[in-house]
C-alpha cells in the first residue's frame, strides 16, 4: 500500500454535526475530498518572503491573488522608517500579489491594518478584479492581528491602502465580531462569512448581490463543527451546498480537508491528505475554487508555503486541487 493510502486508511472520520445550523440550499454534488491532484502550481515565488496566508481566483479574467503578511524591512509609501515583521503581524499589514495562471508575479499592492489574511475573495468585474479581505485590524493575545470588518475594493497595481481609504466599502455584517473572513463561490454568485462572537465561531452563507448591497441576511447560518475546534484552521471555500475547509500545521503529516454540509451542519467527509508530501516544508494555508474554462468541473483548490532548504528559507506556494465529485 503506498503512502497516500496508508494516511488515508488511518484517518478516523466522525460524521459529527456542528452545534446548530439552518438552510435550505439547493443540493449539488460534493467534491471527493480523497481524489486531489496537482499541482497545479509549484513552490512559486511571491512578492514577500513569508508564507501565503490565502489566496483567490479572478476566474474570467484568468488571475490569480495571494495574501500575505508583509515581510519585515519593508518601507512602504508613507513611512519614514522601516516596520518590523512582528509589527506587520500586530497591525495586519497585508501584500497582495497579482499572478497570472502560469504563475508570473503582474503586480502588486500593500494593505495596511487590515488583517491577517486567512482568506480571501476575488470577484471579476469587466477586466477589473475587485478583492474581499477583513478590515480594521485588531491584535489578538499572540501579537497578530484580526479583522472586525469586511471590505471591498479594487486590485490596483503598486497602490498602498490603508483602513480610512476611501476607495474601500467596508461592511459590518456582525458588529462586536472578529477573525472575520470571506470566501467567494464563484458558480453560485455567493459570499460566505466567518466569524467569532462571543467565543463562537460562526459560517454563514450570502447571496453576493445582496451582501454587497448591505443586506445582512444569511441563505445559510452554521457553527463551526467540533471536529475543527482542535486543529489549526487554515483557510476555506464554499461552492454550492458545501462548505470546505482546511486545518494543519507545519513539519507533520496532520493536513486535512473536510466537507460541511450548510443546511444541516454535518461533517460528510475529512480527510487526511499526503498532497505535497515531498515538500521539504509543507505547511497549509488558504482554499479558493477554480473555473479553468467554460468546459471545466470547478476545482477546490488548497495551498502548501514550502521552504527549500535549511538555508532557503524564503516561503514558496503550491497549488493542489480537486474537481472529481460524489453525488
Known amino acids: 500500500m503506498n503512502r497516500r493510502r496508508i494516511l488515508l486508511a488511518a484517518t478516523a472520520l466522525a460524521l459529527t454535526p456542528a452545534g446548530r445550523a439552518s438552510a435550505a440550499v439547493p443540493a449539488t454534488p460534493r467534491l471527493d475530498l480523497t481524489a486531489t491532484t496537482g499541482p497545479w502550481l509549484r513552490e512559486i515565488t511571491l512578492s514577500e518572503t513569508r508564507v501565503p496566508q490565502s489566496f483567490a481566483f479572478d476566474n474570467t479574467n484568468k488571475r490569480l491573488y495571494t495574501a500575505q503578511l508583509t515581510q519585515g524591512g519593508r518601507i512602504l509609501a508613507g513611512e519614514s522608517a522601516a516596520v518590523s515583521g512582528a509589527d506587520r503581524s500586530r497591525n495586519g499589514d497585508l501584500c497582495v500579489t497579482r499572478l497570472d495562471w502560469r504563475g508570473t508575479v503582474t503586480g502588486r499592492m500593500y494593505l495596511k491594518g487590515f488583517g491577517h489574511g486567512v482568506s480571501i475573495g476575488a470577484e471579476p468585474v469587466g477586466t ?80 453576493l448581490v445582496t451582501f454587497k448591497a448591505g443586506v445582512f441576511e444569511p441563505l445559510a447560518t452554521l457553527t463551526q463543527p467540533d471536529v475543527l475546534t482542535g486543529p489549526t484552521f487554515q483557510g476555506y471555500a464554499t461552492l454550492g451546498r458545501h462548505l470546505y475547509t482546511l486545518d494543519g500545521t507545519a513539519l507533520s503529516d496532520n493536513v486535512h480537508l473536510t466537507a460541511v454540509d450548510w443546511n444541516t451542519g454535518a461533517v460528510l467527509e475529512r480527510q487526511l491528505t499526503d498532497a505535497g508530501g515531498e515538500l521539504f516544508y509543507r505547511e497549509p494555508e488558504g482554499m479558493a475554487i477554480q473555473i479553468p474554462d467554460a468546459t471545466s468541473p470547478a476545482r477546490l483548490h488548497f495551498g502548501l508555503a514550502s521552504e527549500e532548504s535549511l538555508t532557503q528559507t524564503d516561503k514558496k506556494a503550491s497549488f493542489y486541487y480537486t474537481d472529481t465529485t460524489v453525488r
Open 128 to 207: 477589473s478584479t475587485y478583492l474581499w479581505t477583513e478590515t480594521d485590524a485588531v491584535p489578538d493575545s499572540q501579537g497578530n492581528g484580526y479583522g472586525t470588518r469586511v471590505a471591498r475594493f479594487r486590485f490596483t497595481d503598486g497602490a498602498v491602502l490603508t483602513t480610512g481609504s476611501t476607495s474601500l466599502v467596508r461592511h459590518d455584517p456582525v458588529p462586536g465580531s472578529d477573525h472575520n473572513t470571506v470566501a467567494l463561490d464563484p458558480v453560485h454568485s455567493r459570499i460566505a462569512h466567518r466569524r467569532r462572537a462571543d467565543g463562537v465561531w460562526t459560517y454563514a452563507l450570502y447571496d
